[in-house]
């Protein structure tokens, strides 16, 4: 799956308005993903299951952290913390990171469903993951 122009990455809202979508021109800059952090801190926007699939595979991990650690987002410094909670948010969202899959996360049997795979996340691997 190619991620278009057209594609919603991530979505604003006002109460329960959308107010404004995210596209990749609207995310090409750390200034502009830090502001989209910002806003999913304050629980004001989401980042759909495209949109993290766009953030892993053309931005990665490392520059993730990098913008978070200005933004806060997930608010800590302990590097291994931060990457389950960017892994588990990912996986909320419908877009499973080890593999490259979208689909829905079920949290209580630890299974990420997609159209091709049914697949148990290996949590020791999240955990030794380096940035």
Same mark, same amino acid.
Not at 15 to 28: A, H, M, R, T
Not at 65 to 75: A, L, N, Q, R, Y
């Given at each position: 799956?190619? @991620?278009?122009?057209?594609?919603?990455?991530?979505?604003?809202?006002?109460?329960?308005?959308? *107010?404004?979508?995210?596209?990749?021109?609207?995310?090409?800059?750390?200034?502009?993903?830090?502001?989209?952090?910002?806003?999913?801190? +304050?629980?004001?926007?989401? @980042?759909?299951?495209? *949109?993290?699939?766009?953030?892993?595979?053309? @931005? *990665?991990?490392?520059?993730?952290?990098? +913008?978070?650690?200005?933004? *806060?987002?997930?608010?800590?410094?302990?590097?291994?913390?931060?990457?389950?909670? +960017?892994?588990?948010?990912?996986? !909320?969202?419908?877009?499973?990171?080890?593999?490259?899959? !979208?689909?829905?996360?079920?949290?209580?049997?630890?299974?990420?469903?997609?159209?091709?795979?049914?697949?148990?996340?290996?949590?020791?691997?999240?955990?030794? !993951?380096?940035?």
């Amino acid at each position: 799956m190619t @991620i278009s122009n057209n594609d919603v990455l991530a979505y604003e809202y006002y109460n329960s308005q959308i *107010g404004e979508n995210y596209f990749k021109n609207n995310l090409e800059t750390d200034k502009q993903i830090e502001k989209l952090f910002d806003f999913c801190q +304050i629980l004001r926007a989401n @980042i759909t299951d495209i *949109g993290w699939k766009y953030f892993f595979e053309t @931005i *990665g991990i490392v520059k993730m952290f990098e +913008i978070d650690k200005t933004s *806060g987002w997930f608010d800590t410094e302990n590097q291994k913390e931060w990457i389950e909670s +960017i892994y588990l948010t990912s996986l !909320i969202c419908g877009y499973n990171p080890i593999n490259g899959t !979208i689909g829905k996360w079920d949290d209580n049997n630890n299974i990420f469903y997609s159209e091709t795979s049914k697949t148990s996340v290996d949590w020791d691997y999240i955990h030794s !993951i380096e940035l």
